[in-house]
């Protein structure tokens, strides 16, 4: 069974970066999709970014042109370069593994545990 693994959260002040990465392990991985979303208190998951396995890459309109997506298809990885952080990009961030470049959460059937992600003004 294959599950995936954020990693990379933590707290940072406004302006700062962070890169999270996320994991596939178990059996052959060979995902076509993956994407990013994120969940704050309060609020439903939104979407963040997707890629495919051609390394096109589709982001929302909040994080286009601070965030950027990249996977690593041999080592089943997948990343998320967050720059010029602000304190609304605070939430639970997650990967999640799909067959189509979507950004609707339930289109991804597969989806890891969540990394936290905090930036104080």
């Known amino acids: 069974q294959v599950q995936l693994v954020e990693s990379g959260g933590g707290l940072v002040r406004a302006g700062g970066s962070l890169r999270l990465s996320c994991a596939a392990s178990?059996?052959?991985?060979?995902?076509?999709?993956m994407g990013w979303f994120r969940q704050a208190p309060g609020k439903e998951r939104e979407f963040v970014a997707c890629?495919?396995?051609?390394?096109?890459?589709y982001y929302a309109d909040s994080v286009k042109g601070r965030f950027t997506i990249s996977r690593d298809n041999a080592k089943n990885m997948v990343y998320l370069q967050m720059n010029s952080l602000k304190p609304e990009d605070t939430a639970v961030y997650y990967c999640?593994?799909?067959?189509?470049?979507?950004?609707?959460?339930?289109?991804?059937?597969?989806w890891g545990q969540g990394t936290q992600v905090t930036v104080s003004s």
């Open positions: 178990g059996r052959t991985f060979s995902s076509p999709a």
């Open positions: 890629i495919n396995w051609s390394d096109s890459t």
């Open positions: 999640a593994a799909g067959q189509y470049m979507v950004v609707v959460a339930g289109d991804y059937p597969l």
